[in-house]
């Protein structure tokens, strides 16, 4: 019998090797745009009860935790992508998820760019759904230079918008 849990250990180790938030093989995944208009990763997005999760891939970042939002239009006209238009804040709070009158709806957590530049990360956006995501205008997943302080009202000082990906109203 000692075969049979040599396998059972095995097996427990390569599944341990997951990450529980992989992207499924049903994400959607949307281009992330830079500021000179060229691809530099991917965003896959799935649904989960009560959220949308976020798988980033990107490369050629600047070292750093970055703010991380959804906003509230689905356009990403770089560089500054302005066209994405403030946080997805159907509510009306403060932005910040430290902020006694936050959160914003799209404020998610910061992003760690590691120091090759490569940012490789799943965030989740709790109370979002694919179709609030995907209404008649749709939104985007922007990506900021710097670290969100999750208080400051409107964007949490995370400086300019470095990157987008366009969340598509739905066909």
């Not at 341990?16 to 997005?45: N, Y």
């Not at 939002?69 to 509510?91: D, I, M």
């Not at 959160?103 to 490569?118: E, F, Q």
């Amino acid at each position: 019998m000692p075969h049979k849990s040599l396998a059972l250990i095995a097996t427990l180790a390569v599944a341990g090797c997951a990450t529980p938030m992989d992207a499924p093989s049903s994400a959607v995944a949307l281009p992330l745009i830079g500021s000179s208009g060229q691809a530099i990763g991917t965003v896959r997005m799935w649904e989960t009860p009560g959220a949308v999760s976020f798988r980033v891939e990107a490369n050629g970042l600047s070292v750093g935790r970055k703010g991380l939002h959804v906003h509230s239009v689905g356009r990403c006209v770089g560089p500054a992508f302005t066209s994405a238009g403030g946080h997805w804040n159907p509510a009306s709070r403060k932005h910040g998820l430290a902020n006694p009158a936050g959160p914003h709806a799209g404020d998610l957590p910061n992003v760690p760019v590691a120091a090759n530049g490569a940012l490789r990360e799943t965030v989740v956006l709790n109370g979002a759904s694919l179709a609030t995501l995907r209404d008649g205008d749709g939104s985007a997943l922007v990506l900021h230079a710097g670290e969100d302080d999750n208080v400051t009202d409107p964007s949490g000082n995370s400086g300019d918008r470095v990157a987008c990906a366009v969340i598509s109203p739905a066909a």
